[in-house]
């Protein structure tokens, strides 16, 4: 192989290797590891023995993923309040019209990254494999939230991986009722539809 060659590949794969692709896979990967390792046996919620929710599992996941890049002094508390969205007992009494305005407090994961350097945020549209979501949809005329990381997308169509109460893929066979929730492949669903507030962010890898 020739000098110029081998400078083009070595110029190519450290692009790879800082490529925000790259990056959101790692994200993924970790995400997958912790949910096969360490919370394979939980079930959803938000306390309790072996209890994780939704935001819970995105944070750790957050915070194993700082930890393999050297900066764990990066999850700080501010980011842990927006990622939980912590809200004033003022704002959470007005939290659906939040919701509905698209007010930057509600987009969770997606502010707490980008607020801390951590990430940006991208458009559901361009959404990959990696991503970390908060979304929103509407059951009963009022918004519920939640949040995960995209685990693949066919024909438009996004796989979350996460923490689940009533959507894991693994408990489809059970009645809702019986399902307990907890960590793997859940809801499906068009990341552009209009009916629901998505909000995405991909990793930064440091450079």
Known sequence: ????????????AVA???????????????????????YRASTWGSSGEDAID?????LEVVKQVAADEDRPDAVTPALKRALYIQLSEEDH??????????DPQITGVQKALVDAGLGHPVAAEDAQPGDLVQYWY???????????IVEQIVDREATLYGSHKTTLQSER???????????????????????????????????
Request: glycine share 10%.
């Open 93 to 102: 009494a007005n939290l659906q019209q939040m919701v509905d305005d698209g």
């Open 54 to 58: 939704c935001v819970q599992f995105v």
């Open 138 to 148: 509407r059951s009963g005329g009022r918004w519920y939230g939640h949040s995960a």
């Open 1 to 12: 192989m020739n000098m110029r060659r081998s400078c083009l590949w070595i110029v190519a």
């Open 16 to 38: 790879l290797a800082v490529s925000p692709f790259a990056a959101a896979s790692g994200v993924l990967e970790t995400a997958r590891e912790l949910g096969t390792t360490t």
């Open 173 to 207: 066979h059970l009645e809702r009722s019986e399902r307990q929730g907890g960590v793997g492949s859940g809801p499906v669903f068009d990341l552009t539809d209009p009916k629901r507030k998505v909000y995405v962010v991909r990793w930064i890898a440091p450079q």
